[in-house]
């Protein structure tokens, strides 16, 4: 069991900055795959973000690319989503989540196993 716990979301203005942090509780959180997904009003969650285990391999959404850098400290059972150069349509709850597998398959929301309550990220234009 994997209890995952995100801080960092608020409001920030057009062209500015945050940082996402996804503390885990349970065992063996260094095998897992990583990922963050969003979920904006009335649309599906997507995927942003997914790191592997060993913090070697990263895979992001074309709408994020260079923008937001995916990070993972093992020692800290933590995973870091920075978010930088924030526009208004990045405006959603944002989600970690837990995959008990590699990162092959790690933009689709349904290979993941545990999920975090999410934390809102608003963008102001």
């Known amino acids: 069991q994997v209890h995952l716990v995100e801080s960092g979301g608020g409001l920030v203005q057009a062209g500015g900055s945050l940082r996402l942090s996804c503390a885990a509780s349970g065992r063996a959180f260094s095998s897992y795959t990583m990922g963050w997904f969003r979920q904006a009003p009335g649309k599906e969650r997507e995927f942003v973000a997914a790191?592997?285990?060993?913090?070697?391999?990263?895979n992001y959404a074309d709408s994020v690319k260079g923008r937001f850098p995916v990070s993972r400290d093992n020692t800290k059972n933590t995973v870091y989503l920075q978010m930088n150069s924030l526009k208004p349509e990045d405006t959603a709850v944002y989600y970690c989540?837990?995959?008990?597998?590699?990162?092959?398959?790690?933009?689709?929301?349904?290979?993941?196993?545990?999920w975090g309550q999410g934390t809102q990220v608003t963008v102001s234009s």
């Open positions: 989540a837990a995959r008990n597998g590699g990162i092959t398959r790690a933009t689709i929301r349904t290979m993941y196993d545990y």
């Open positions: 790191i592997d285990w060993s913090g070697r391999n990263t």
